[in-house]
């Protein structure tokens, strides 16, 4: 079974990494965007972030980052979802660009 925490569960689990392992937040953003790089497929050509305000925001700058530094020729389009409805309205162009719903 796969675990999906809330926002409340990731903030704790943030909170004791930077308190117990002494890591900065920033470090944190670079492995999170890290491992997700690592999960990519770069051999497609354009990539979609979509991303919010805050420090989860930041992840996906951070990936962004990676993926032009290992190809400056790749389209990277970041959306930035400032409150729900902004990522509502994402969600629903995507579903309709990838699954015609």
């Known amino acids: 079974m ?10 704790n689990l ?18 999170a965007a890290e491992g997700l790089f690592h999960h990519l497929n770069l051999a497609v050509h354009s990539f979609l972030i979509l991303t919010n305000v805050g420090n989860n925001g930041w992840d996906g700058f951070c990936l962004a980052k990676l993926i032009n530094d290992y190809d400056g020729t790749k389209k990277i389009h970041i959306n930035i979802c400032t409150d729900k409805k902004t990522f509502d309205n994402a969600k629903t162009r ?8």
Do not use: C, H, R
């Open 94 to 101: 995507l579903y309709k660009l990838f699954w015609g719903i």
């Open 14 to 31: 943030e909170n004791f990494i930077f308190n117990q392992f002494d890591i900065p937040p920033v470090k944190l953003m670079a492995k």
């Open 2 to 11: 796969l675990y999906i925490s809330n926002q409340q569960d990731t903030k």
